[in-house]
């Protein structure tokens, strides 16, 4: 099955510093991928869509200024929490898309803890 | 207006026992895609099962079987034989345009031996 990875897994920070977290498709060319955010005992609640190449698509209600999204090429989509503060403390779950196919394949999760 | 419902929070069965998990969605969409997803502890998110709106067959897959009924906008998800190991939190998601996916609530699913 397509796999799909993100680095970190964990990362603790200081407030008013910025993350970066990358999602990797490692053996399909994701022409698209989308970041979600999740809050304990809550659902998944998407932030942006991303297509290669272009400018990220974001929902409403996500600042785009504070979440930077680049999705540089078919296999490699950061995002980068810009200035974190504890409210942004959360699980930020990545998938990709392949081109042609409706299934989102998720990576493992990376879970931010800002002090 | 939340576009998929899952009723049911929590659901706790004895291992061996069937599980039937309900998913309720609305959408206007003619083409859309309905999935389950399973979530452990761990964190992620593992693709289970994906059905678009002009397959109304229902399957079996292993344990795994689904209930997809366009008349009631349901999908509801079966596992036959319960194991520890299906304890999980499921997911139901609908894909309507550009490939967003919208989630139900989830259910926890605990299976105990």
């Known amino acids: 099955g397509a796999v799909v990875s993100q680095h970190p897994s964990w990362v603790i920070c200081k407030s008013g510093t910025s993350v970066k977290i990358e999602c990797r498709s490692l053996?399909?060319?994701?022409?698209?991928m989308f970041w979600y955010r999740q809050f304990p005992k809550q659902s998944l609640m998407l932030m942006a869509t991303?297509?290669?190449?272009?400018?990220?698509?974001?929902e409403q209600g996500v600042e785009k200024d504070k979440f930077l999204i680049n999705h540089a090429s078919l296999t490699l989509s950061t995002l980068t929490v810009t200035s974190a503060h504890p409210e942004d403390s959360s699980f930020y779950i990545c998938?990709?898309?392949?081109?042609?196919?409706?299934?989102?394949?998720f990576g493992p999760g990376t879970r931010l803890l800002v002090l | 207006a939340q576009k998929v419902t899952q009723a049911q929070t929590e659901i706790s069965v004895v291992e061996k026992e069937d599980v039937t998990l309900d998913c309720v969605y609305e959408?206007?969409?003619?083409?859309?895609?309905l999935f389950w997803y399973k979530q452990p502890p761990s964190g992620e998110l593992v693709f289970l099962i994906r059905?678009?709106?002009?397959?109304?067959q229902n399957e079996i897959s292993g344990r795994y079987s689904w209930n997809f009924q366009k008349s009631t906008s349901s999908f509801n998800f079966t596992i036959t034989a319960s194991q520890v190991v299906d304890s999980a939190v499921y997911f139901c998601?609908?894909?309507?345009?550009?490939?967003?996916?919208?989630f139900g609530a989830g259910t926890t699913v605990t299976v105990r031996a």
């Open positions: 998938s990709a898309r392949e081109l042609g196919r409706e299934t989102q394949y």
């Open positions: 998601a609908l894909s309507e345009a550009w490939y967003k996916l919208s």
């Open positions: 959408t206007r969409d003619t083409t859309y895609y």
């Open positions: 991303s297509n290669e190449g272009s400018k990220a698509t974001y």
């Open positions: 059905r678009n709106s002009f397959d109304e």
């Open positions: 053996d399909f060319q994701a022409t698209t």
